[in-house]
């Protein structure tokens, strides 16, 4: 199998088989990020998927699933996605079920038609690191995409009938425009209406501009304690009938499905760690992440 580091695939979906179908990120600029610093964008040459797709056959011949990596495969045009769909079925018959993750963006130059012939293609499931549906902060930390295109783009994936997940991330817009990343998003991802909504929290990488933008007083974290009020408030405003998933360190029992008949329990267990939380504990175990 041909894969670049780093690797990143989704912990919830299933992770074999992985199939990479494109190398980096086209846009690499989001002020938090260096997952893919120093790799030039690339589609996977054809015959290289195809010799991974021919063992793929060999090993994995009854999958019935398949992600796609890395970062934005549907960066690509429908005309080149659709005869990697194509070759997935061809070698991977009982195909049912085809996730990856992309950017908003990315499905601009798609039709709902487009989507929906992918989608019968196997394409089922795809997962947007979104962030923050707040215009400031998108603009903020680069994000290359307004609120707007967030709706425009997800009703697309709506009307084609492709369920997506959609991320909120915890502390990115600092304390200078917490509560309303937090309230601003919250309403937007109710507009879309997602699969799943999921959460992580901000780590200051090093390499990362806001890092250094923070270095120079130009960009303040917010505490954990912080964090949590953050979140808490987005839970408040989030009404969507969706699963929920959070990396919160204190708040891995919220994850599940069915978020909107356990919104109040999420926002209990939420207040009482506001109160009772070991913030210093909390502040360094994220000291010792590696990565996003
Ligand atoms: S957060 Fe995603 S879109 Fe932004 S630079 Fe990193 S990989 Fe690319």
């Not at 990596?69 to 079925?89: Q, R, W």
Request: charged letters at 25%; hydrophobic letters at 35%.
């Amino acid at each position: 199998m041909h894969f670049t580091e780093p690797v990143y695939r989704n912990p919830y979906w299933p992770t074999f088989p992985l199939l990479q179908v494109t190398q980096g990120c086209t846009h690499n600029r989001c002020k938090f990020c260096t997952m893919y610093k120093g790799i030039k964008f690339r589609p996977q040459p054809m015959d290289i998927i195809e010799e991974d797709l021919q063992e793929l056959a060999k090993f994995a011949p009854h999958a019935k699933t398949i992600q796609l990596l890395s970062a934005n495969p549907l960066v690509m045009t429908y005309n080149k996605l659709k005869p990697i769909l194509e070759k997935v079925n061809e070698y991977l018959p009982e195909i049912e079920y085809i996730y990856t993750q992309t950017r908003v963006s990315d499905l601009k130059n798609k039709t709902v038609e487009e989507l929906e012939s992918l989608k019968d293609l196997g394409l089922r499931e795809i997962s947007l690191g979104v962030e923050s549906g707040d215009d400031w902060t998108l603009n903020r930390v680069n994000k290359g995409y307004a609120s707007e295109d967030i709706i425009e783009q997800c009703g697309k994936l709506t009307d084609a009938g492709i369920g997506f997940w959609m991320s909120f991330l915890n502390g990115v817009a600092g304390k200078e425009h917490s509560m309303d990343h937090a309230i601003n998003s919250a309403k937007i991802f109710n507009q879309c209406n997602p699969m799943l909504v999921g959460t992580g929290g901000l780590t200051l990488f090093p390499g990362t501009p806001l890092l250094e933008e923070a270095e120079r007083g130009e960009f303040t974290p917010l505490s954990e304690k912080e964090m949590l009020i953050e979140l808490k408030t987005f839970v408040e405003h989030l009404d969507c009938d969706c699963s929920f998933i959070t990396h919160h360190t204190v708040a891995a029992s919220l994850t599940g499905p069915n978020f909107l008949s356990r919104k109040g329990q999420i926002i209990d267990a939420l207040e009482h760690e506001i109160k009772n939380g070991d913030f210093e504990r909390l502040a360094e175990i994220r000291k010792n992440k590696q990565s996003l």
